[in-house]
């Protein structure tokens, strides 16, 4: 296996702003399939938010949970499925959603176990893409995705209300600006 200080030589910070857009982005590409689904398989953990969002944009309530684990820390090592999903029916097609697809092998591994399935992911790498059917946001091999619950959200700093020396309105005026950036 690589030494992680070699194989990873980028890191792309994501914000739980820029994940929920991109999330959303990923409904309307599903959207635009036309396909109806009825039953979405979240890869936990990473697929648990991604999905939800999905859920919620294209009107599907029922979420069922896919369990694989292969990370630890930065470290990718054995591939495993902890949980499978709950009352499968081969017959269905399954709208799995994932974070990142990175190497492929969850992929490879759940389609191995879903007979039938649709696999949509938020982020992809090039050694992943092929195992997926959909992706927004690409990324390179050598780039490590920090996502938002694995970082600490840093507050931004505002200055108290004494501070604006009783100028009316200016400190409303500021959160105002800020709001809408």
Known sequence: MMEVENKYQHTFRVSWEQFHRDSRALAWRLLATKKKWKKI???ARGGLIPATIIARELNVHYIDTICVSSYTARHQG????????LEPNWAEEYLVIDD??????????IRDAI????FATVYAKPDGESVVD?????????TWVLF???SEVVPNFVDPIINYNGKKGEREE???ERIKT
């Open 41 to 43: 398989i979240a890869v």
């Open 78 to 85: 054995e591939l495993s499925i902890l949980k499978g999903i």
């Open 100 to 109: 990142l697809v990175d190497t492929g092998a969850t992929g490879k591994a």
């Open 115 to 118: 007979s039938r399935v649709y």
């Open 134 to 142: 959909t992706f927004i946001t690409g990324v390179s091999q050598d």
């Open 148 to 150: 938002p619950w694995d």
């Open 174 to 176: 500021n959160e105002k």
